[in-house]
């Protein structure tokens, strides 16, 4: 039986690398799904989702694996009808995201509805009715999710209700190789959507927008490997804000290095208004606490570039020791 053990009273003092983002690697990986050749993947968090896409991956005749901050990736082969497992697609909520990297390239895939951490219901409809306006024809025969392209897919105009994260990156994914435009309005804006883009790029995928509110793919013939390319996964913002928030509680001071600041705009006032001292420069964030932490204005979680709701139960820690 594992088991953390803590000895309180102490400040934290010291420097600390930022790791890879979960919310970035894996739609990363399933995008390697579409690149027809090895994919080297580096900055890669070791935790279990990371590890399921391994497995997923493996599961559908390619061939992948992590091994620390590594990972490689060889799609060159696929299942000629892929299905991914029940029992797989239930070990995280992601999983839902290889629905579009399969459409994209084989036209058809078969899966079942995603599991993961009990946060609620997490409806797919955004993915599925956007996919099915590329020209995917999908049947709902109850936990299963069969998908087929039988004409192929093709661009069109979508317009998300909810800038929903999932739905936007599967719509990129199947659109980088579809026939013709495809322009995603109200399109979600994380950077772990950026970091997805710029790994198709890199394969000659053509997107822009990425970042904004309006995301237009041209779609390519196929992607192409480039020669000795090593992609590195974007910081955990989410991560970097935990390092923080474990600060402005012990007390102390900490130099986070191998973060992007500016994906930390909507948090780092917060820490601020506190009492913490922050100062961000280059690819670093130093902190500092010393006194007692002073009561913030409302905090309202919102979708990227405000408040993340991941950051909301960490920042409750150190506010309950404010005045």
Do not use: W
């Not at 997490?122 to 087929?148: F, N, V």
């Not at 026939?179 to 970091?195: D, F, L, Y």
């Amino acid at each position: 039986m594992q088991k953390l053990v803590i000895e309180g009273g102490k400040m934290l003092c010291g420097e600390l690398k930022t790791q890879g983002a979960k919310n970035a690697v894996l739609p990363v990986m399933a995008a390697a799904v579409l690149c027809k050749g090895v994919s080297v993947l580096d900055n890669c968090p070791s935790i279990t989702d990371s590890y399921c896409a391994v497995r997923i991956i493996n599961c559908l005749g390619m061939k992948a694996i992590q091994s620390g901050g590594n990972c490689t990736i060889d799609a060159a082969v696929l299942d000629d009808n892929p299905t991914i497992p029940d029992r797989l697609m239930r070990e995280m909520r992601s999983s839902i995201i290889f629905m579009g990297t399969l459409l994209g390239r084989i036209g058809r895939c078969n899966l079942y509805y995603p599991g993961g951490c009990d946060l609620g219901p997490r409806p797919i409809d955004m993915h599925i009715s956007s996919l099915k306006r590329m020209g995917a024809q999908i049947e709902d025969e109850g936990e299963k999710i069969t998908c087929c392209a039988p004409n192929g897919l093709h661009g069109c105009s979508i317009a998300l209700s909810f800038p929903s994260v999932g739905a936007t990156e599967n719509i990129i994914l199947a659109a980088v190789c579809a026939e013709g435009e495809t322009v995603i309005s109200n399109a979600a804006r994380e950077p772990e959507i950026c970091c997805m883009a710029d790994f198709l790029r890199q394969y000659g995928a053509v997107i822009k927008g990425d970042g904004s509110g309006r995301i237009v793919i041209e779609g390519v013939e196929e992607l192409k490997q480039p020669e000795g390319e090593v992609f590195g996964i974007y910081p955990d913002r989410i991560a970097a804000a935990t390092y923080i928030a474990c600060v402005a509680s012990a007390g102390g001071e900490m130099l986070l290095t191998d973060c992007t600041p500016c994906h930390l705009e909507g948090v780092i006032p917060i820490f601020e208004q506190m009492g913490c001292y922050i100062k961000a420069f280059g690819s670093n964030i130093y902190i500092h606490k010393r006194d007692t932490l002073t009561a913030v204005d409302t905090i309202r979680t919102m979708v990227y570039p405000g408040f993340p709701t991941d950051v909301q139960a960490i920042v409750m820690a150190p506010l309950c020791t404010a005045r």
